[in-house]
């Protein structure tokens, strides 16, 4: 788990988050609500204190933000509107960020050597990025900074699609349907959801649908990472049906019924035992 004390800001597992990618996060987190404080941004991010006090004077050097007493503010006279909206991609604080992790592992012992996946960018997709170096496999994903993550950090190929990189997500989306995803085919796809209940697969944003059906038209298998608060949970949209879906991978605190119903709907499920943290 992350020690408040280390001056160097981590995500869960141990991963350096990447200087550039925080300040831009910080950035982001700033144009939206104008002004955050050093104990707010510090939460957000899972960094320490001293690391967000030195970005912030970096960032306020560079004139990208203002620097004031016990935080920082947006060089923007009004809040920045993005136009997506799907979750902030920060390694969450989090909430059962070791149950996650197991549940990622267990995400990444389904691949053999060899196999040519495909990951949707994500904070549970991203916790793959530590187990993936054991095994060898072509990887194509949307995350940039998952690529970024298994390039460093092993010599499995990584691929990317074209398109605009959202940096607030992590992750590159298009809206042309010729950005080289048809040209790659995949064993499985791998992606997390904000819920999966009874309706099928949820999501929260039409432009991350769009995405990830291109996505997953070009994988035989669909396996869903979700621990066992997303199972049973509804949001606004729904990405796919039940019927499309192969594997979900859950934790043991997961409602029976719940699981009792995804496997009456063809759909095999895996429990990694949850951990309290």
């Known amino acids: ?19 550039k990618h925080r300040q831009q996060l910080i950035k982001d987190i700033l144009d939206q609500q104008q002004f955050a404080s ?3 941004l510090t939460e957000k991010l899972n960094s320490s204190e001293a690391t967000i006090r030195r970005d912030i004077t970096k960032m306020a050097k560079r004139n990208e933000i203002k620097k004031i007493r016990g935080g920082a503010e947006s060089i923007h006279g009004e809040p920045i509107k993005k ?23 267990r995400a990444v012992e389904l691949c053999s050597d060899g196999d040519s996946i495909i990951i949707n960018g994500g904070s549970s997709t991203f916790m793959m990025g530590e187990f993936l170096p054991q095994v060898s496999v072509n990887v194509f994903t949307n995350s940039f900074v998952l690529a970024n993550h298994i390039t460093e950090n092993s010599d499995n190929q990584v691929s ?14 298009s809206s ?8 790659y085919h995949g064993k499985m796809m ?14 929260s944003d039409p432009l991350l649908i769009r995405s990830e059906q291109k996505l997953k038209k070009q994988a035989e298998k669909l396996v ?11 949001s606004s949209l729904v990405l796919c049906p039940l019927s499309e879906v192969d594997i979900i991978i859950t934790d043991s605190k997961v409602d029976p019924k719940e699981v ?14 949850a951990v309290d943290d």
């Open 190 to 203: 791998f992606m997390g959801s904000p819920g999966v209940s009874r309706f099928g697969v949820m999501e």
């Open 224 to 234: 869903i990472l979700a621990d066992s608060s997303k199972i049973g949970k509804k």
């Open 260 to 273: 009792k119903f995804l496997e009456e709907n063809g759909i095999e499920v895996l429990i990694v035992e």
């Open 160 to 173: 990317l699609p074209g398109g605009e990189i959202y940096r607030e997500q992590g992750i590159i989306l």
């Open 38 to 40: 050093v104990r707010s």
């Open 83 to 105: 136009h997506i909206a799907s979750s902030v991609f920060r390694v969450d604080k989090a909430k059962r960020s070791e149950t996650k992790k197991r549940i990622a592992k």
């Open 1 to 19: 788990m992350y020690n408040k004390n280390n001056d160097n800001s981590t995500e869960h597992g141990g991963n350096p988050m990447l200087e």
């Open 176 to 183: 042309y349907e010729n950005d080289c995803t048809p040209y």
